[in-house]
């Protein structure tokens, strides 16, 4: 057991519904008494329900001992009902949905098996070739329901039927999507597809033939390489169209935007680099070309070449390349870049670290990849993934599950992980998360002044992630967060009876109130994640494909079909107009928006608007969002001269702005100055401000 884990274990107490893996709620036979103030006088009905739960942890150690490592429960006395809480074995046992009983040569203990399991009790050859007593349980869908079922049997003379198991189809509601064969995980839809490619790319990069360097490593290090994306790429038409022939013939669908898959790429040690940085850069632009070439040349792939990157097509998906060289960072520190320095270290060198890390944990435990995509939207709905970045909270949850009892479920992995968030002592305390074997000797325990989180791993002790964000105020908002959910977790886990989409809403939902503005999107560009750009409903720089910031690089006469690919890789308006707004009102406003689909840019001034500036900054945000803003929405407080627009959340819309008059360009200035002449009226006077340059542009030429 790791030390960190028992210090975690006693001093720090977890609530009871945190405890355990699964929660169980049973009806109690009778109504329950009132604890007694004096132990020595029992009435009758609290004996009966100590005689009850005897029963039923006996039951629990005794019938599903393999299923379960620990159990305790406890009586609410508001609803009447026993919660007991179990965690679960480090065992596939609870997945057979079957108890295996002792063999049939020993008659009395088959007796007493087809005693206890009653109907359900049979005869069958189990995998060691032994014929046993079984019970089976052909009826339950789901772990949840054979669970409910095998206690059901067990405590069938006491006719209970209210037997539940809470949360247990919380991951449905929360993470799965509804298609035409039902529910599906996006991201385990996709991953193994992912996978298989990676493989495929890395085998044929190494394998390149006369490549004036070899390829060592192939790092994927986008979040859908390590499971743990919520809204992972999916194979696109237009890729597969380029790169398989069956799908030629097709209809090419614009309506989506193509996620690029980031691999970093090492080669081997050699000391042919130059000493410059922007010669290595050019060099490096040189073997994006290079390498595009042999990769269509050999294995028939599509290869998009850019300044700093290379995109290849395969299966659908977009890989997106970049190259790592060390003695790069080496130069940007040598020549007082280190802020930059920084960037390119964590991009191409720590990220590819942690991605094995969190890969790693993924793939030990198999409710981490969904607890985590739970915490990632849980941030992103309460607009919050612009200040805690993915890495972030992957750590977090790593930290979770890295404990000496790691949640089995991943609703109890995302509860613990908002306890930790409202619980830690983040402004003294570093997180240090360890390995995946729960070993923390070699990661420092040490805290380096300025950042408002200080997370310390076994790849990194400078909490690359958390250097610039969050702020101060935004972890104190992260935690209020995080505080308030788990009332509501507290509150769903005892009053729900049966789970339906809107049981666990109230944990993803958030307030409006804190926001000065609300900038509501067009759904097209929120549903599909970009803009349809044949499509004439929407409008502005923001929305316009063939204005979008590109850096491909394209020979004279290629293929026409590659240069309209390139149109819809990376395309994200929403995106882009977020990094608009922030890059024209920087200091006044901070922005925030839920970048997993919601319709909703939200703005919170830096200092009290008044109601008149309030209406001038939407006016600049309605202008420059163009057709992909709907309308701008102010606070109603605002409206009314010492109004607060924290406390009232009706919210008032505002009038589209006016078009500013256009300059008079220099030719009609002349025709102006040309017909005031002839009519002898004089001439419009030019504005002061101009004169006095003129004025002061003479004076330093004589």
């Known amino acids: 057991m790791a030390v960190d884990a028992i210090e975690q274990l006693f001093r720090i107490p977890r609530p009871f519904l945190l405890k355990y893996d699964m929660y169980m709620t049973i009806p109690l036979p009778t109504k329950p008494a009132s604890r007694p103030a004096n132990e020595t006088n029992h009435d009758e009905k609290y004996v009966l329900n100590k005689t009850f739960l005897s029963d039923v942890h006996q039951i629990m150690y005794g019938a599903i001992s393999d299923r379960i490592s620990r159990s305790r429960s406890r009586i609410d006395y508001e609803t009447n009902n026993v919660i007991i809480g179990f965690g679960l074995a480090k065992t596939d046992s609870l997945d057979k949905h079957f108890v295996a009983g002792p063999p049939v040569t020993e008659s009395e203990a088959s007796d007493e098996f087809t005693k206890v399991w009653g109907t359900r009790s049979y005869t069958a050859r189990t995998e060691d070739g032994v014929v046993r007593k079984c019970a089976k349980f052909t009826d339950a869908a789901t772990n949840e329901d054979f669970l409910c079922l095998m206690v059901r049997t067990l405590l069938r003379e006491y006719d209970l039927k209210g037997i539940r198991v809470v949360g247990g189809k919380a991951v449905n509601w929360i993470l799965m999507k509804t298609e035409e064969g039902g529910l599906i995980d996006p991201m385990k839809a996709v991953y193994y597809d992912i996978q298989s490619s990676l493989d495929d790319l890395s085998t044929w990069l190494k394998d390149l033939d006369n490549f004036p360097l070899d390829v060592m490593r192939c790092d994927a290090v986008h979040a859908a390489a390590r499971n743990a994306d919520v809204a992972p790429p999916m194979p696109h038409s237009i890729a597969l169209r380029a790169t398989d022939p069956q799908y030629a013939h097709e209809k090419i669908s614009y309506s989506d935007n193509i996620d690029p898959i980031e691999v970093v790429v090492g080669f081997s040690h050699t000391n042919a680099w130059p000493e410059h940085r922007e010669a290595i850069q050019n060099i490096k632009t040189a073997i994006y070309c290079k390498m595009g070439q042999r990769l269509r040349k050999e294995r028939r792939l599509v290869c998009i070449p850019r300044s700093d990157s290379l995109d290849v097509l395969l299966n659908g998906f977009v890989f997106r390349i970049y190259l790592y060289h060390p003695r790069e960072v080496l130069l940007l520190r040598n020549m007082g870049f280190g802020p930059t320095a920084d960037i390119y270290e964590r991009q191409l060198y720590i990220l590819p ?350």
């Open 353 to 702: 670290q942690h991605s094995a890390t969190v890969g790693a944990y993924a793939s030990g435990f198999a409710a981490f990849s969904p607890a985590v995509r739970m915490l990632k939207k849980w941030i992103s709905v309460h607009m919050m993934g612009s200040y805690i970045n993915e890495e972030t909270t992957e750590l977090i949850m790593c930290y979770c599950f890295g404990s000496s009892y790691p949640p089995r479920t991943p609703l109890t992995g995302f509860a613990r992980a908002l306890h930790v968030i409202a619980s830690w002592d983040w402004n003294d305390l570093p997180l240090v998360v360890p390995s995946v074997t729960g070993d923390t000797t070699d990661i420092s325990r040490k805290r380096m002044p300025g950042p408002s989180m200080w997370i310390n791993t076994e790849y990194s002790d400078k909490s690359p992630f958390t250097l610039d964000t969050p702020n101060q105020p935004m972890l104190n908002r992260f935690k209020r967060l995080a505080e308030q959910t788990l009332l509501r977790y507290f509150s769903c886990m005892q009053t729900i009876t049966d789970e339906t989409s809107d049981s666990w809403s109230p944990l993803f939902t958030t307030s409006l109130k804190p926001f000065d503005l609300l900038v509501t999107l067009n759904r097209d560009v929120v549903l599909n994640t970009c803009l349809n750009y044949q499509s004439k409903k929407v409008s502005g720089d923001a929305a316009d494909i063939n204005k979008y910031p590109r850096g491909y690089l394209f020979r004279p006469g290629c293929d026409t079909r590659r240069q309209e690919l390139h149109k819809l890789i990376d395309y994200n308006p929403v995106e882009w107009f977020v990094t608009l707004l922030r890059k024209h009102f920087r200091e006044h406003v901070l922005i925030s928006y839920d970048k997993y689909g919601g319709n909703l840019i939200a703005i919170v001034a830096t200092r009290r608007l008044k109601p008149a500036e309030a209406q001038t900054l939407a006016e600049h945000i309605q202008n420059l969002g163009g057709g992909i803003v709907k309308r701008v929405q102010a606070s109603a407080a605002l409206q009314a001269e010492g109004g607060s627009p924290i406390v009232t959340p009706k919210m008032t819309p505002l009038k589209k702005a006016k078009k500013a008059p256009a300059k008079a360009s220099k030719v009609k200035r002349k025709q102006t100055e040309v017909e005031a002449e002839n009519n002898e009226t004089p001439a419009p006077q030019k504005p002061k401000r101009v004169v006095k340059k003129v004025l002061k542009r003479r004076k330093q030429s004589n």
